[in-house]
């Protein structure tokens, strides 16, 4: 099995360290390059077209915005998945309009960011479970024409749930209703919003500009 190409990107050395301890004994993952700063990831990027970029946010040079949207445009199949002490809203909805597949935080546990590489590196969304609820929150309350969306109480509770990475029977678990209840309104969620799966709603909501980034 070819190897999961990874660039770490973060101006703290020991942050890098860290990073290479945990991901090196992954069998799956190979780390062929590290940067300091944005400016030298896009270089880094280019040169050695990984599958994945792990970006900080805030650097010197050039910041993990600038450079992912950079990325995104010269090397536009590489996955870049931001790994950040921010958590805040702008922060978040600026790496995903700049192109980033992902957005996960420090404080997460190793396990998660071993899941949101190889989630990203399929070509799926990967969104740290309170980031991903945030996200759901803010689209529900609009559709494209800044209309309320006709969803139920419950259908919000669902979308919310299947945003955040949730199988039908855990779901059903949470909310006390059966698996097959859980698939039907689903099945409702998305034949109102017009989509088919969990990572069509997230990239939906980011270019239809549903996101409001004040």
Partial sequence: MTPIKLILVDDHVMVRSGLRMLLEVQTDMLIVGEAECGAVAVKMALSLKPDVVLMDIQMPDMNGIEATREIKKLVPDTAVLALTIYEDDEYFFQMLKAGASGYIPKRAAPDDLVAAIRTVHRGEVFLYPSLATRLVQDYVKQDERGQILELT?????????????????????????????????????????NLHSRTALVKYAIQKGLIDLD
């Fill in 153 to 193: 109480a419950r259908e919000q509770q669902v979308l919310i749930l299947v945003a955040e990475g949730l199988s039908n029977a855990d779901i059903g678990d949470q909310l006390k209703i059966s698996a097959k209840t859980v698939s039907r309104h689903r099945e409702n969620i998305m034949r109102k919003l």
